[in-house]
């Protein structure tokens, strides 16, 4: 069974960085990992991506701001958040094969 478990959500001022992680256990299968997010009132949307072969794939407004990544040993994917602004502000999610972990609360203040 998939279990995933995000950390590091906060508060932080527009134009901070937060970093996101998130734990897997119990996954035979991480080659494709991911992050999204759900704003108040919002669906919830995709945020990033990353895949076995390394290959990464970001929503268009936080390219350039987010980064993903994965550290196989550790069985965790990372969010790295720079530059956040007031409407990054929501619940981000970790997804792996259907699963979803709980969720942190990131938010941003103008």
């Known amino acids: 069974q998939v279990q995933l478990v995000e950390t590091g959500g906060g508060l932080v001022e527009a134009g901070g960085s937060l970093r996101l992680s998130c734990l897997v256990t119990?996954?035979?299968?991480?080659?494709?990992l991911a992050w999204y997010r759900q704003a108040p009132g919002k669906r919830r949307e995709f945020v990033a991506a990353?895949?076995?072969?390394?290959?990464?794939n970001y929503l268009d407004v936080v390219k350039g701001r987010f980064t993903i990544s994965k550290d196989n040993a550790r069985n965790t994917v990372v969010l790295q958040m720079n530059s956040l602004k007031s409407e990054d502000t929501g619940v981000y999610y970790c997804?792996?094969?259907?699963?979803w972990g709980h969720g942190t609360q990131v938010t941003v203040s103008s």
């Open positions: 990353i895949f076995s072969s390394g290959s990464t």
């Open positions: 119990g996954s035979s299968d991480m080659s494709h």
């Open positions: 997804w792996n094969k259907g699963a």
